[in-house]
């Protein structure tokens, strides 16, 4: 079992910030990847951001220059630090984790970050 689990997120003002965090644990090793995706509601669950073991990342568009996601491999935990935070950003954001023999995606149950005056 791979258990895969955020935490971080909240209300904040336009223009505000918030760090997610997403941590795996059990019977899961040689991760390649870790990320987020998000789900507004009524829409359908769109990319944010990966980082690979590596090191190297990929944003989309929307949150690039905002967003900065990164990694520690010891603690199989992966971050999500977000700035200037737009209304456009509320959402579910959900944690994955991709790796194992088979390379499988975990899924987290997700964190809602709301942006609002």
């Known amino acids: 079992q791979v258990q895969v689990v955020e935490s971080g997120g909240g209300l904040v003002q336009p223009g505000g910030s918030l760090r997610l965090s997403c941590a795996a644990s059990?019977?899961?090793?040689?991760?390649?990847?870790m990320g987020w995706y998000r789900q507004a509601p009524g829409k359908q669950r769109t990319f944010v951001a990966i980082?690979?073991?590596?090191?190297?990342?990929n944003y989309a568009d929307s949150v690039k220059g905002r967003f900065t996601i990164s990694r520690d491999n010891i603690k199989n935990t992966v971050y999500l630090e977000m700035t200037r935070l737009e209304p456009d950003d509320t959402a579910v954001y959900l944690c994955?984790?991709?790796?194992?023999?088979?390379?499988?995606?975990?899924w987290g149950q997700g964190t809602q970050v709301t942006v609002s005056s």
């Open positions: 059990g019977n899961i090793f040689s991760i390649n990847a």
């Open positions: 994955f984790v991709r790796g194992g023999a088979t390379d499988t995606t975990y």
């Open positions: 980082i690979m073991d590596g090191g190297s990342t």
